[in-house]
Nanobody, 120 residues
Framework: QVQLVESGGGLVQAGGSLRLSCAAS????????MGWFRQAPGKEREFVAG????????YYADSVKGRFTISRDNAKNRVYLQMNSLKPEDTAVYYC?????????????WGQGTQVTVSS
């Protein structure tokens, strides 16, 4: 099992910035990537950003490219999501996630989520 705990959400004005943090513990050696998803009210959960351990490659949803940056701190088993130029449509609960097996996102571990609210 892998446990994921997010922090860093909050309320920010449009154009502002927030940094989310996700701390991983447990059998982290079984997973080769981590990422962030989000779910807005009345919408399905969607992928936001991911990072692969093997080569530190990163990938993003088109809606956040150029504004969000995912990074990791190996020593602390943490992943971060730096969110800049936030828009009201970025308002959602943000979830940290990790694949249960390697880099396949078919089955995932989830954190409990952290609320991000962007006011206009």
């Amino acid at each position: 099992q892998v446990q994921l705990v997010e922090s860093g959400g909050g309320l920010v004005q449009a154009g502002g910035s927030l940094r989310l943090s996700c701390a991983a513990s447990g059998r982290t050696a079984t997973t080769n990537a981590m990422g962030w998803f989000r779910q807005a009210p009345g919408k399905e959960r969607e992928f936001v950003a991911g990072i692969r351990w093997s080569d530190d490659s990163t990938y993003y949803a088109d809606s956040v490219k150029g504004r969000f940056t995912i990074s990791r701190d190996n020593a602390k088993n943490r992943v971060y999501l730096q969110m800049n130029s936030l828009k009201p449509e970025d308002t959602a609960v943000y979830y940290c996630a990790a694949p249960k097996y390697g880099s396949s996102w078919t089955d995932k571990y989830w954190g409990q989520g952290t609320q991000v609210t962007v006011s206009s």
